[in-house]
Nanobody
Framework: QWQLVESGGGLVQPGGSLRLSCAASGFTLNPYAIGWFRQVPGKEREAISC????????YYLDSVKGRFTTSKDTAKNTVYLQMNSLEPEDTAAYYC?????????????????WGQGTQVTVSS
């Protein structure tokens, strides 16, 4: 059974940083695409990043580019999302997901298995 577990969320002040972890079990990350999404109440789930583990190609939402960085640790079978210069608008529940394909997309329905989510709150 393919499973993902997110951790690392919490409360942070504007301008602060957090690192989210997405630990995979039941499969190896390579060669699959791993996406990061976020969602606030009343809004659609929004793709913020995706990594193609087969070739290290990474995509970012424009509003987080330069602030957020996705990486992977093959030995730990874990993907990370480093979030810097956080803003109140970044407040959301954050999810990682795996697509049973090598290629990234920005559409949540293209992903097959999801983590439970971790809350990030940016408050002054």
């Amino acid at each position: 059974q393919w499973q993902l577990v997110e951790s690392g969320g919490g409360l942070v002040q504007p301008g602060g940083s957090l690192r989210l972890s997405c630990a995979a079990s039941g499969f190896t990350l390579n060669p699959y695409a791993i996406g990061w999404f976020r969602q606030v109440p009343g809004k659609e789930r929004e793709a913020i990043s995706c990594i193609q583990t087969s070739n290290e190609r990474i995509y970012y939402l424009d509003s987080v580019k330069g602030r957020f960085t996705t990486s992977k640790d093959t030995a730990k079978n874990t993907v990370y999302l480093q979030m810097n210069s956080l803003e109140p608008e970044d407040t959301a529940a954050y999810y990682c997901a795996v697509r049973r394909s090598t290629d990234c997309t920005k559409y949540a329905h293209d992903f097959d298995s999801w983590g439970q989510g971790t809350q990030v709150t940016v408050s002054s």
